[in-house]
């Protein structure tokens, strides 16, 4: 009668989160509202047939985390100081991190090294553009990864390759809420689309990245409250960790699997992508300028036309972009001063469950990597820490995050 009790409350529960997809508009994107509204579906569908308490621990568990979604994506569209805010306060960036003239530079530094590297463009292998040549194309680069990258974090069964999509919208890694080892890669491939592309693609969202990420933070033998739940583009603490280890995945792919030079120049186009749209966001959301302003300052700082209006036009939510320029660095940082660790075969496994598990912020997870060191090599954890002490948010509780998110919660539960 109790579970019974239960299921009842949280199917209610689910109706109120349905009705909040209003918030989510205020983002303006049609896309992520309706992501929103098939995960809240998939849940109330799984909810109506659960039986156990634990199960349905684990439902309200992702049910949270689909009300902080609600809850930072309003937050972040409609006043100049959220985004900001949003930074400081989840993913402990400092105003110096922040600042518009380090990115100014940054972004003139990478555009300068992508010019030189633009020829490269020219040699790439082009994929005649149809769907099953495509698909099997990217099955033969998923085995290929498999064998080069993956070995050293986490063996996966042949049967969790995820199923292949192709789409002229979008490339990203899919997952419902309750299909906790299986998604799907969606690959953005249009005419002129080349193998090259598609490695450094398929590295991030599957081989050695999200998809990886993904099944080894689903694990059984991983208490719940250390699985990640997969919704959309959600801005969670842990997403600056994750999508550093993304891009560390690309960039380990391609030297592996690409030219020399090929690999040089995806490595420079990921650094100028990064940089600017991190850039991108803090001239929109915090000064507020226009699209075409913004256009005409990425490209006095050397960025090509073409590129910058790619960039804005594929701008997602506000700060999402960014988390890929401040998730490399920390990856970066963490991984300077672990690489004793990396040496160490038999620390090598303690690390990486570290990197790839864990909903935390870029703080939390310096700290766990630090305990790992510090017993062999005190010094090295000492400046771990204080070289991640400026990212230490304001809030430490987890549902303390932004000021929004309570009430919600209160109001669903």
């Given at each position: ?33 309706e ?36 809850a ?47 020829h ?54 899919v ?8 998604g ?23 081989y ?19 699985k ?23 960039r ?31 001239l ?130």
């Amino acid at each position: 009668m109790a579970a019974r009790a239960k299921l009842a409350e949280y199917d209610t529960a689910c109706d109120r989160l349905l009705s909040k997809l209003d918030l989510l508009l205020k983002v303006k994107s049609v896309t992520l509202a309706e992501k929103l509204a098939e995960e809240a579906l998939a849940l109330k569908s799984v909810c109506e047939g659960l039986k156990t308490d634990s199960s349905l621990e684990l439902w309200k568990l992702h049910l949270t985390e689909l009300c902080e979604y609600i809850a930072v994506c309003s937050a972040a569209a409609p006043l100049p100081e959220a985004s900001y805010s949003l930074m400081l306060t989840v993913w402990g960036c400092n105003r110096e991190l922040i600042g518009e003239e380090k990115l100014r530079s940054e972004v003139r530094r990478a555009a300068a090294k992508y010019r030189r590297l633009a020829h490269v463009k020219s040699s790439l292998k082009e994929i005649p553009y149809r769907e099953a040549i495509v698909v099997d194309e990217a099955r033969r680069i998923l085995r290929e990864l498999r064998e080069v990258t993956t070995r050293h974090v986490v063996e996966l069964p042949d049967d969790l390759d995820p199923p292949i999509s192709v789409s002229p919208s979008y490339s990203g890694y899919v997952s419902g809420c309750f299909n906790t080892m299986k998604g799907i890669l969606v690959i953005n491939f249009t005419p002129g689309g080349t193998r090259e592309e598609l490695v450094s693609v398929i590295a991030h969202e599957v081989y050695p990245g999200h998809h990886v990420q993904r099944v080894f933070t689903s694990r059984a033998d991983l208490p719940a409250t250390m699985k990640l739940n997969w919704v959309g583009r959600a801005l969670r603490c842990s997403t600056p960790v994750e999508e550093g280890l993304a891009q560390l995945a690309q960039r380990i792919a391609e030297e592996k699997l690409l030219e020399p030079e090929v690999a040089e120049y995806f490595k420079a186009r990921r650094e100028l992508y990064s940089r600017a749209r991190a850039l991108i966001d803090l001239l929109a959301h915090y000064y507020g300028m226009g699209e075409a302003e913004i256009r005409d300052e990425l490209v006095k700082l050397g960025v090509p036309g073409e590129h910058a209006d790619n960039m804005l036009s594929t701008q997602a939510t506000s700060c999402m972009d960014s988390a890929y320029y401040y998730g490399e660095m920390y990856v970066e940082w963490i991984l300077e001063h672990a690489s004793p660790l990396l040496e160490d075969r038999e620390l090598s496994w303690p690390l990486y469950k570290l990197l790839y598990t864990g909903y935390t912020t870029p703080y939390v997870k310096a700290a766990q990597v630090a305990k790992l060191l510090e017993e062999e090599h005190p010094e090295r954890a000492r400046s771990l820490l204080e070289r991640f002490e400026p990212t230490r948010p304001r809030y430490q509780k987890r549902r303390k995050r932004i000021e929004i998110i309570d009430p919600l919660l209160e109001e669903v539960f």
